[in-house]
């Protein structure tokens, strides 16, 4: 859905903003309507106010309810973050990772490993869903293992990689931190 920039496009920012939106309770909808009442000039429903706010504002404001929803979502399940949600529960594993894209190769170290993907700490530039292949160095373990993945996660800290394949032998690498 997002673009090459790993930016929506802002009906894609829209569409996703109304259904986050719908989600929320009534009583959750008129207190942010109360809110964007307070800062906006005009607008009497939520969906004129929303309408009415930058491209810039709206993209916040995604920002903002994901992040709602997200937590309001682990609550539901009994979770004390979303990060637990995931189907195979990281573990903390700082090990050496080359990444390749596009040609280049770049050392990095990552923060966390499951059977399924792993958080990388970087401060090079990458979007959402680029494709990447790293070469893991778990210590103890004679050959490093090549994965290939796909980016679906950017923040300040670095790249959040789901690999293309699970990891079968995870539990024997962690094992050997």
């Not at 802002?10 to 903003?17: F, H, R, T």
């Not at 259904?19 to 607008?43: D, F, H, P, V």
């Amino acid at each position: 859905m997002a673009n090459n920039n790993g930016k929506f496009n802002i009906y894609e920012v829209n569409s996703l903003l109304f259904q986050i939106i719908s989600y929320m309770s009534e009583t959750e909808r008129r207190k942010l309507q109360a809110a964007l009442m307070a800062k906006a000039r005009n607008g009497k429903d939520l969906s004129s106010l929303i309408t009415s706010m930058s491209e810039a504002k709206r993209c916040e404001l995604l920002k903002r309810l994901t992040n709602w929803y997200l937590s309001k979502q682990s609550e539901l399940r009994g979770y004390s973050k979303y990060s637990e949600l995931r189907g195979y529960p990281r573990k903390p594993f700082a090990i050496p990772a080359e990444l390749s894209k596009n040609g280049f190769t770049f050392m990095c170290l990552t923060q966390n490993i499951s059977n399924s993907g792993v958080f990388i700490q970087t401060d090079f530039s990458f979007h959402i869903d680029q494709q990447i292949t790293m070469i893991l160095s778990p210590p103890k373990i004679e050959k490093d293992i090549t994965v290939s993945g796909r980016i679906v996660r950017v923040d300040s800290g670095g790249i959040g990689v789901k690999f293309d394949e699970l990891i079968p032998d995870f539990p024997q690498i962690s094992s050997q931190i």
